[in-house]
Structure formats: C-alpha cells, structure tokens
C-alpha cells in the first residue's frame, strides 16, 4: 500500500434508526501517519460512526473501505469484572491469533497499569479499566485505530501519556482517529472535524502534513 493511500476511507455513509436520521452522507479519508478528531455533541451521532467503521452496524448506504488490520477502543468496555487483567490478555491474544503478550506488557507499562496484572476487574478504579480497554485495542500492532473518548477516567498523567502514545502509534505509520465531544488538545492533531446535523465539517485545524496526505491522494 502507498502512503498516499488511505488506510480507510469512507463514502456517502447514511444510517438511521427507524426513519431518524443519523449519517446524512458521511465521507473521510484517514491516512496512514495520520492523527485525526471528530467531535460532536452528545447523540451527533459519532459512536454510530465508529460502529459503522468497525463492522458492528450495518450501514444503509455508501461504502466503507479499510486496508489493514483494525483496533476499536469503544466508550462502552467490553470488560467482565469476575476476570482479571491478566485473564483479559490472554483472552484477547486467542482472539488476535498473538504468539506472546509482549506489546500488551510494554502498553501496560506505559500507562503505568502493569501492578494490576493478577487484579480483578470488579477492584479497580474507572481509570484503570480505560487503561486496560485502550491495551486491549493496541495489543495486535493495528494500522487503523478508531478510539472512542479513549481518555476518559485518565487523571492528567495518563492523559498526557496517552497523547504521547497516540503520537508515537501516528510516527509509526498508524492511521489514528479521535472521536470526542470535546475538542482538547485540538493543536495535538494533524485534522479536526466537527460531526454536526448527521455530516463531517472540516475546522480549521488541519496541519500541513494532512494538507500534503489530501492533495496527494
């Protein structure tokens, strides 16, 4: 794949939900090396977006296309508190087809989470649990990552720690998108949207290394 490729793109995408309304025409194009937001309000619509992205909601019309392995870190975890940390990992890495947890252990480490290992989920704090929810959706090296307010919970450390980490995965050729109802750190970012009456608006946050992704593609 060349760079300037996408690594996913998105046409005309529409969904509704018993005739209201959601996506009225969504189209995007996320490359690799590439670090992007979409905010909107609450009920804009943006968790139908990603799950439209990630293949657990049908679409009514348009086309998704992405090229390269997928990481969601959806709002809602995909936790169980009965199980530990460790526990989650070993049942992700039979899931992703991992032949060891070696990058699970560097991201635990990142986030500082790595003493919780033998923890049960149901003792931790909100935080932790986000931690362990972004670890899981980066354990398999993913080349698209769709991350769904993935700082919630995270005190001011992490969060800073989870830019840092966005960044390095973006270095690294990752194609990054950012969904939030708020804009923080918008400077962080190489292109902001807004999602707004069921369409994406380009801000005027975009830097020249997305400028220069678009006018090659």
């Known amino acids: 794949m060349r760079a300037t490729e996408p690594a996913l793109r998105m046409r005309d995408v529409h969904k509704s939900y ?4 959601v996506l009225r025409g969504v189209t995007l194009d996320l490359h690799p090396g590439q670090l992007v937001g979409i905010v909107g309000e609450n009920g804009a619509g943006k968790s139908t977006l990603l799950r439209v992205l990630v293949g657990d909601l049908a679409l ?3 086309s998704v296309e992405c090229r390269g392995l997928v990481g969601s870190c959806p709002q809602e975890t995909v936790l169980h508190d009965v199980f530990t940390v460790e526990q989650h990992l070993r049942f992700f ?8 947890l070696e990058r699970a252990y560097e991201l ?9 290992r033998q923890a049960r989920l149901e003792t931790l704090s909100g935080g932790t649990r986000q931690k362990l929810n972004l670890v899981l959706a980066l354990m398999h090296d993913p080349r698209i990552l769709l991350l769904d307010e993935p700082y ?8 800073l720690r989870f830019w840092d980490l966005a960044a390095g995965l973006r270095d690294r ?3 990054v998108l950012v969904v939030s109802h708020l804009a923080y750190d918008a400077e962080r970012l190489d292109t902001l949207y807004r999602l707004k009456d069921g369409r994406l608006e380009a801000t005027e946050r975009v830097s020249v290394n997305a400028a220069a992704c678009e006018a090659a593609s």
């Open 152 to 159: 919630q919970g995270f005190d001011w450390e992490t969060y």
């Open 93 to 100: 890495q039979v899931a992703y087809g991992l032949d060891s």
């Open 108 to 116: 635990l480490e990142v986030l500082q989470c790595a003493d919780y």
């Open 60 to 62: 009514d019309r348009g």
């Open 173 to 175: 050729g990752c194609a």
């Open 18 to 21: 018993r005739r209201r309304p």
